[in-house]
């Protein structure tokens, strides 16, 4: 290393005077470049000592206005999924129908009637109009809402079982995504976990037979991220609920999704639902409000009044509320089922209904689009698409996908990243070392951006 380079290094000021941070110093505030110019003098005072030329006064203010970039950029980012995975918890779960983007935007805009009641002029409850929906599309007594599902579970063990016993089958003692596990959120809730039967088979006479003076609540946990199948046996939600009503001991039913609709209709396997739980006699029904429900993210519970109220009341309620425009977003998602449209708006549920044949129109469409602006060739496959988001496990759809295969020594991930890389990010994914991309998961608005990064990539990377 040359001391004589380390003395090369501009000054702040002189980066600061340099013609490319003008306009920077003007918008972003002479404080803030001047921190950020710091920031980017230390790390060529770093690349310097390595061996590295010093930069020019220039060269750091262009570092300097990366930074700013970097800092001043939305995130998180939209993107386009492309995966054929309809909930896709890297990409932010289920988008919201139109209404419910409209409704969020609202309530952020100004002011609203969020704990007012506009006809008395006194303070009124945030979630009576969410609790009134919710009543109506499940058939509960009793609603609350809090900011994700998991917070959901935690508060209901905290109010209804802190210091007893929460009988669980070992086989629903699951972990779900991001280490989430059963067992813990037990003990985090103060409570014991008492496992009974074997990992796939469990009967009646097993949760019968772990009932004590300190058995809080029977507690059934969906896997709703895989599936044992075989020799197995479980015990339903009505036969549990008969159980725990003769015991006087409560039934919690996490069933995960959210699904509001009959899956079996789009040819998938049966998806528990609140409905199904709250005819059974199940106490609280949980589940989440940003997968298959297709709405933001909440904790959704439902079920008996006074459980309901007992969680209202407890100290950890006002910890997990449901924000604003969540709640605003929500509600306006929820209508959706009342007025009988879910299929139609809500895109999580557009997307799980399309026609197959609408589907391959739509790939058939994009290659004949990139192939007529003379960017590659490319080929419409059959593929199938995944619900994703820890529901449905194993399940898919049949779907159709625009198959590119890299040519001249491209390698598909080099594509991927491409296209990862685009003003809009495209977000697909690799089979058979081919690039695929699935138009199911693809909103239909969004066609054209798919196209002009498609092509974009394929001209660069001359895949042809």
Not at 18 to 41: I, W
Not at 96 to 122: K, V
Not at 185 to 211: M, P
Not at 364 to 375: C, F, T
Request: hydrophobic fraction near 40%.
């Amino acid at each position: 290393m040359s001391m004589l380079e380390l003395r090369n290094l501009p000054s702040v000021e002189r980066v600061l005077n340099s013609t490319a941070l003008e306009s920077a110093v003007h918008s972003f505030g002479r404080n803030g470049v001047v921190d950020l110019t710091r920031e980017a003098l230390t790390a060529a005072r770093g690349k310097v000592m390595s061996g590295e030329p010093a930069p020019t006064a220039e060269d750091v203010a262009h570092q300097v206005l990366k930074l700013i970039g970097e800092l001043a950029a939305p995130s998180p980012r939209p993107v386009i999924n492309a995966t054929g995975v309809i909930i896709h918890t890297n990409l932010g779960r289920a988008p919201l129908s139109e209404a419910a983007m409209w409704a969020a935007q609202a309530a952020a805009f100004g002011y609203s009637d969020l704990e007012i009641d506009l006809g008395t002029g006194r303070r009124g409850s945030r979630q009576a109009h969410l609790q009134s929906l919710l009543r109506r599309i499940t058939g509960a007594e009793a609603a609350l809402v809090v900011n994700n599902n998991a917070s959901a579970l935690l508060l209901g063990l905290s109010a209804l079982a802190a210091g007893r016993e929460v009988v669980v089958a070992r086989g629903e003692a699951v972990e779900i995504g991001g280490g989430f596990r059963i067992p813990d959120v037990l003990r985090q809730s103060g409570c014991t976990l008492v496992d009974v039967g074997t990992t796939n088979r469990t009967y009646v006479r097993d949760y019968a037979d772990a009932i004590s003076d300190d058995t809080a609540a029977f507690l059934k946990a969906h896997a709703s991220n895989f599936r044992i199948e075989g020799f197995t046996a479980e015990v339903n939600e009505r036969d549990l609920a008969d159980l725990g009503d003769g015991a006087g001991i409560p039934v919690l039913h996490d069933i995960g999704s959210g699904a509001l609709l009959p899956t079996e209709r789009y040819g998938l396997a049966h998806e528990p639902t609140p409905q199904e739980s709250i005819a059974a006699g199940v106490g609280l029904v949980f589940f989440s409000g940003d997968k298959l429900l297709g709405g933001p993210q909440a904790g959704i519970v439902v079920g008996k009044s006074d459980l309901v109220q007992r969680l209202e009341r407890h100290p950890l309620a006002r910890a997990v509320r449901i924000d604003k425009m969540s709640l605003a977003s929500l509600t306006a998602t929820l209508v959706h089922y009342v007025y009988g449209d879910a299929e139609t708006e809500i895109p999580v549920w557009r997307m799980i209904s399309a026609d197959p044949d609408t589907v391959h129109a739509r790939a058939l469409s994009w290659s004949d689009a990139v192939n007529s602006a003379k960017s590659g060739k490319t080929s419409v496959l059959p593929s199938r698409a995944a619900i994703g988001g820890g529901s449905l496990p194993g399940e898919t759809l049949p779907s159709w996908t625009l198959s590119v295969a890299p040519q001249n020594g491209a390698s598909p991930e080099s594509v991927l990243a491409a296209l990862r890389s685009q003003p809009t990010p495209v977000i697909a994914r690799i089979e058979d070392d081919t690039v695929r991309l699935d138009p199911r998961t693809v909103l239909p608005d969004q066609d054209e951006t798919v196209l002009r990064a498609l092509i974009s990539v394929m001209d660069q990377a001359s895949l042809s």
